[in-house]
């Protein structure tokens, strides 16, 4: 051993790291995808419910319902629908307000996911509903 040098390994590491970095790489970018994708659910389940809520009150102010959507930090290319159902005439009534929020999330790692997985864009769907209070 002691005639050994230790500074003819120094290739070595470098080696190491081109091979691992790329992998690395794509486990960081999925966490960060996958945080994005949880984010903008929980962002657009909470606008759903918040648009219903406010529906339950007004159900035929579809703009009103939108605009309630939207300022609840949803992102920016979401698509609000609102539905009424049933009588919302009388008091006590069955009527209730659907609201449905849906978008196309686009990961960082499309490319790469595209090419080896065959994954891609997906649709997100966050659909609340409540009875009609009026």
């Known amino acids: ?11 070595q590491s470098l080696a190491e790291l081109a ?7 794509l486990v960081m970018l999925g966490t960060i ?11 657009m ?11 339950s009150q007004n159900p035929t102010d579809s703009t009103g319902i939108k605009n309630m959507v939207l300022s609840h930090g949803v992102p920016s290319d979401v698509k609000v629908t609102s539905t009424p159902s049933g009588a919302y005439t009388t008091i006590g009534g069955n009527a209730t ?6 978008r196309t999330f686009t990961p960082i790692t499309l490319s790469f996911l595209q090419h080896f997985f ?7 769907n966050c659909t609340a509903v409540m009875k009609v209070m009026t």
């Open 45 to 55: 389940r909470n606008g759903a419910f918040e648009g219903a809520r406010y529906g």
């Open 33 to 43: 995808d996958l945080g994005r994708a949880y984010f903008d659910y929980i962002e």
């Open 118 to 124: 065959g994954l891609g864009s997906f649709k997100m």
């Open 97 to 102: 307000i659907t609201v449905s929020v849906s």
């Open 19 to 25: 091979i691992s970095l790329p992998l690395l790489l």
């Open 1 to 11: 051993m002691s005639g050994r040098r230790y500074g003819r390994s120094r290739g």
